[in-house]
């Protein structure tokens, strides 16, 4: 299988949000990795079987109950122990397996701004594919530049599945960061926060896996 690669992203904080959003507060992470591409049609081919079309494209159409699933899938693919417990749609987190999951909404942010504390970590033209480039779908996976972490593709092409509730009190939605490819500019930015329903799939939605223990899934 086509290798993910992985980038160590250092403990640290960061103040979340920026001048535009509503939330200020400080966040801070423990240390862990994060893939330095999300994951492609051909990754996801690879571990479920499914046809590619774009071997490089981002895998999108993947709704949270299928992402879950793909880290699980890779944790066994390279033998590590599986992050996720499933009972019908009630998912466990075991905070001790050494697999693949999904980053934290904290961690995705942080890893996103890699120390910027503007809504981007670079001009959006140099780092991320939006609206303004008149795409009609995702492009392949690094084609613009990293953030200083690493990891290319965190803004823009396409947003990415967090393991959070957008609300836990008022439904099941669960967060994707990041803008994508129809997204206009004023929309990608590092606090940007979204969801959907965790049964859907979307178009400009997929997924970065993360590894590494956490303090509260």
């Given amino acids: ?39 492609t049609e051909e990754q996801r081919a690879e571990l479920l079987g499914v046809p590619v079309r774009h071997p490089r494209h981002p895998a999108v159409e993947v709704s949270w109950f299928r992402a879950i699933r793909l880290c699980n899938a890779l944790s066994e693919w390279e033998g590590l122990d599986p992050v996720y417990r499933f009972d019908g749609e009630e998912v466990d987190w075991d905070a001790e397996a050494d697999g693949f999951r999904l980053p934290t909404e904290d961690e995705w942010e942080y890893a996103c701004r890699a120390g910027a504390t503007g809504p981007a970590y670079g001009p959006l033209a140099d780092v991320a594919w939006t609206a303004a480039d008149g795409l009609r ?81």
């Fill in 137 to 217: 779908g995702p492009v392949d996976v690094g084609g613009r530049l990293p953030n200083l972490h690493g990891l290319f593709d965190a803004l823009g092409n396409v947003n990415e599945w967090c393991w959070d509730f957008v609300d836990a009190q008022i439904g099941d939605a669960r967060v994707f960061r990041g803008g994508g490819w129809a997204d206009p500019p004023a929309l990608v930015r590092a606090a940007t926060r979204r969801g959907g329903p965790p049964r859907d799939g979307y178009d400009d939605v997929g997924v970065r896996v993360a590894r590494g223990p956490v303090d509260r899934p």
């Fill in 1 to 39: 299988m086509t290798d993910v690669e992985m980038a160590v992203i250092p403990a640290g904080s960061v103040l979340r949000g920026d001048q535009r959003g509503p939330e200020r507060r400080e966040i801070a992470v423990g240390a862990f990795e994060m893939a330095v591409y999300p994951l």
